[in-house]
């Protein structure tokens, strides 16, 4: 069946530096993928999609990038900061948004 | 999300009783859905609703029932709560091709 999963469950950097967060997807049919940020006790946040007809999309100091050859997905932030330390989360969904498949998540801590 | 809000945020029950949560939206999207997030693993659809009184199951169904009699809210009972149910439980909304939007969900416990 399908699965989204990342390759690095925990990642720790330096404030300033960037940091890059990896995501593996197994449904080649799907077309649209999002970054979803959770800090502890809220919901997830929307970060950025991208859908299957880009290689990249940028936002506020983010970036995601779509390797659909190797199906792999990433997350890049720019100039991390304290307040980026959360869960994140890829997810992997059709055309209409139903019937996502999350990842379990990789765990950014940001160190002074 | 100022849009959607869930209620109760935090519930302890026993074994065996009903419970009911309420998901309730304030930005008039078609789709809701209720989640379940547990440790070691990712966020996973109990059940998911595309209209008023129009529903479908999820991947982890069974043991929930949901209903949706206005657009603005979205209901998720346990008719009969077990331990295994024990669970941070997320609401959901969108559009049709739009990302999913979140509430900062519901602690339950089931003792």
């Known amino acids: 069946g399908e699965s989204v999963g990342l390759h690095l469950p925990t990642l720790s950097v330096q404030e300033g530096d960037n940091s890059i967060i990896n995501c593996a997807y197994s449904?080649?049919?799907?077309?649209?993928f999002i970054w979803y940020k959770q800090e502890s006790g809220k919901g997830p946040q929307f970060i950025i999609d991208?859908?299957?007809?880009?290689d990249k999309r940028q936002g506020q100091r983010v970036t995601v990038l779509l390797n659909k050859t190797v199906k792999h997905l990433s997350l890049q932030i720019a100039a991390t900061q304290p307040g980026d330390s959360a869960v994140y989360f890829c997810?992997?969904?059709?055309?209409?948004?139903?019937?996502?498949?999350f990842g379990p998540g990789t765990r950014l801590s940001v160190l002074p | 999300d100022a849009g959607i809000t869930q209620s109760p945020r935090h519930k302890v029950t026993e074994t065996g009783t009903p419970v009911t949560l309420r998901c309730h939206q304030t930005?008039?999207?078609?789709?809701m859905y209720w989640y379940r997030q547990d440790p070691g693993h990712g966020l996973r659809l109990i059940h998911y609703?595309?209209?008023?009184?129009?529903?479908d199951k999820g991947e982890v169904s069974d043991g929930y029932s949901v209903s949706r009699s206005k657009t603005e809210d979205f209901l998720l009972t346990l008719e009969s709560a077990t331990s295994s149910q024990t669970s941070v439980y997320f609401c959901?909304?969108?559009?049709?091709?739009?990302?999913?939007?979140f509430g900062d969900g519901t602690r339950l416990s089931i003792l």
């Open positions: 959901a909304i969108s559009e049709v091709n739009q990302p999913q939007h």
């Open positions: 449904n080649s049919a799907s077309d649209y």
């Open positions: 991208i859908r299957s007809n880009m």
């Open positions: 997810a992997q969904g059709g055309n209409y948004g139903q019937n996502f498949v």
């Open positions: 930005e008039n999207h078609r789709y």
């Open positions: 609703s595309y209209g008023v009184k129009d529903t």
